[in-house]
C-alpha cells in the first residue's frame, strides 16, 4: 500500500541555522501536504505541494512528483519551529491521506 | 480558521468499557476523519465520512464504529475497549477530500486500563 517515509527522524539545530527535511513517498501522490505538530501535540496544516515549489515565510516545499519526493526548507529556525514535521499523501485510491512517522526538530537558542 | 472541537480531552476506561468520542467542526466541511496516532507509527486513518449518515473505512478499523449524525458532528465509538486502543486520538475536516488542508482538533488522549 501507499507508504510515506520521512527523513532525517530527528534533527538538532542550533537558532538561525536553516532546516532542510525529506519526505519519499511509494506511489505517485494527487496531493502532498506539510504539517507542523507542536510539543503540546495541536496539528496545523503548513502548505500543500502538489508539484513544484511553494513558499510560506520562512518555509519552502519542493516536491518533484515523478521522483516521488519532497522536501520542506526551513530558514532562519527559532526556538518556536521545534516541533514535529509531518509529511503527508493521498494515495492513488483518492480519500485517504497517509501521514509519515515525522520528523523531529529540535532548535537550541 | 475553520475550527475543530473535540472531546474529551483526556480518558481513562478499563478494558470492555464503552467510549464515545466526539468532534464537531464549525466551518460546514464536506468531509471528516479520525485517526489514531501512536509512536513508530504515525497518524493513521479509522474511519471518515463524506456528509451526514455517510461512513466510509479507513485503514485501521478495527474494533471501531463511527456515525456522522449532521455536517457538524463525528463521533467515533468504542463499544468494547481493549488497551491496543490506548492511543492520542485526532479528529481533523475538510472541505473536499483531495485537495485541501485538512484542519485539526487538539486531540483525545485515551488509556485503556
Known amino acids: 500500500g501507499q507508504q510515506v517515509q520521512q527523513s532525517p527522524a530527528s534533527l538538532v539545530l542550533q537558532e538561525g541555522e536553516n532546516a532542510e527535511l525529506q519526505c519519499n513517498f511509494s506511489?505517485?501522490?494527487?496531493?502532498l501536504q506539510w504539517f507542523y505538530q507542536s510539543p503540546g501535540g495541536s496539528l496545523v496544516s503548513l502548505l500543500s505541494n502538489p508539484s513544484g515549489t511553494k513558499h510560506t515565510g520562512r518555509l519552502t516545499s519542493t516536491t518533484v512528483t515523478k521522483e516521488r519526493r519532497s522536501s520542506l526548507h526551513i530558514s532562519s529556525s527559532q526556538t518556536t519551529d521545534s516541533g514535529t514535521y509531518l509529511c503527508a499523501s493521498y494515495g492513488s485510491s483518492g480519500n485517504k491521506l497517509i501521514f509519515g512517522i515525522g520528523t523531529l526538530l529540535s532548535v537550541k537558542p | 480558521e475553520a475550527a475543530v472541537t473535540q472531546s474529551p480531552r483526556n480518558k481513562v476506561t478499563v478494558t470492555g468499557g464503552n467510549v464515545t468520542l466526539s468532534c464537531r467542526q464549525t466551518?460546514?466541511?464536506?468531509?471528516m476523519y479520525w485517526y489514531r496516532q501512536d509512536t513508530g507509527h504515525g497518524l493513521r486513518l479509522i474511519h471518515y465520512s463524506y456528509g451526514a449518515g455517510n461512513l466510509q473505512i479507513g485503514d485501521v478499523p478495527d474494533g471501531y464504529k463511527a456515525t456522522r449524525t449532521t455536517q457538524e458532528d463525528f463521533f467515533l465509538l468504542l463499544e468494547l475497549a481493549s488497551p491496543s486502543q490506548t492511543s492520542l486520538y485526532f479528529c481533523?475536516?475538510?472541505?473536499?477530500?483531495?485537495?485541501?488542508?485538512?484542519?485539526f482538533g487538539h486531540g483525545t488522549k485515551l488509556s485503556v486500563l
Open positions: 506511489s505517485t501522490a494527487t496531493q
Open positions: 466551518n460546514s466541511h464536506n468531509y
Open positions: 481533523a475536516s475538510s472541505e473536499v477530500a483531495g485537495y485541501e488542508r485538512l484542519f
